[in-house]
C-alpha cells in the first residue's frame, strides 16, 4: 500500500474518531442539561414547600382579599419602596416572577414545570393580579414574568381541557 493511500486511510479514521467525539459530547451535554433542569426544578419546588412560603400563601388565600378593601392598605402599594412588612403578599409575586423568568429563560424547561404547577401558578395570579395592577401604577413593569407565566399557565390549562393523565392508561378514579 502507497504512502497517499495510508494517509488517506489515517485521514478517515481521525474523522471517525472526532466525529465519533463529538456524538457522544452531544449526548454528555443533553445530560448535563437534563440534570441543570432537573436541580432548578427541585430547588423552585422546595422554595414554594418552605414553612415561610406556606404562611405567605396562607396570607394571600385567607386575608389578602380582606386587606385589599382597606384603602390605606391599597395606597401602601403605591409607595416607593414599598413597605414588605405590611405587604408580605409581594413576597410571592417575587417568588413566581423568578419563577417565571427561569422558565422563561430556559433555565427550568415550560411543560414539565407547567405540568405540575400550572394550577398555584393560575390560582395565584388571580389571587393577586389586583394586587400587581394597582403596583404597576408607580411601577409599571413589576412582575412581568409572573404575568407570562400565568399566561403561559392559562395557555397550558387551554391545551389540555381534559388533564394530562396519558391516554390509554387505566384510571384509578373513575
Known sequence: MSV??????ASVGTFLV????????LGQLRHIRLANQ?????????????????????????????????EAFRSG?????????????L???DMYNHVGSFVRSGLIDEDIYLQTDW??????WGLLKDTIALGRKSRPYIFENFEW???????????????DYPAGEPRMIE
Not at 402599594?77 to 412588612?85: C, E, G
Open 91 to 93: 413576597y410571592l409575586c
Open 4 to 9: 497517499e493511500a495510508w494517509s488517506a486511510v
Open 38 to 70: 432537573l436541580s432548578g426544578l427541585r430547588s423552585t419546588f422546595d422554595m414554594l414547600q418552605d414553612p415561610s412560603v406556606r404562611e405567605l400563601v396562607n396570607f394571600v388565600r385567607h386575608d389578602l382579599a380582606q386587606r385589599m378593601k382597606d
Open 149 to 163: 407565566l400565568a399566561s403561559r399557565a392559562a395557555r397550558w390549562r387551554s391545551a389540555h381541557p381534559h388533564g
Open 119 to 124: 394550577y398555584n401558578v393560575s390560582l395565584y
Open 18 to 25: 472526532i466525529f465519533a467525539t463529538a456524538v457522544i459530547a
Open 77 to 89: 402599594l403605591l409607595d416607593n419602596p414599598i413597605d414588605r412588612h405590611a405587604h408580605p403578599e
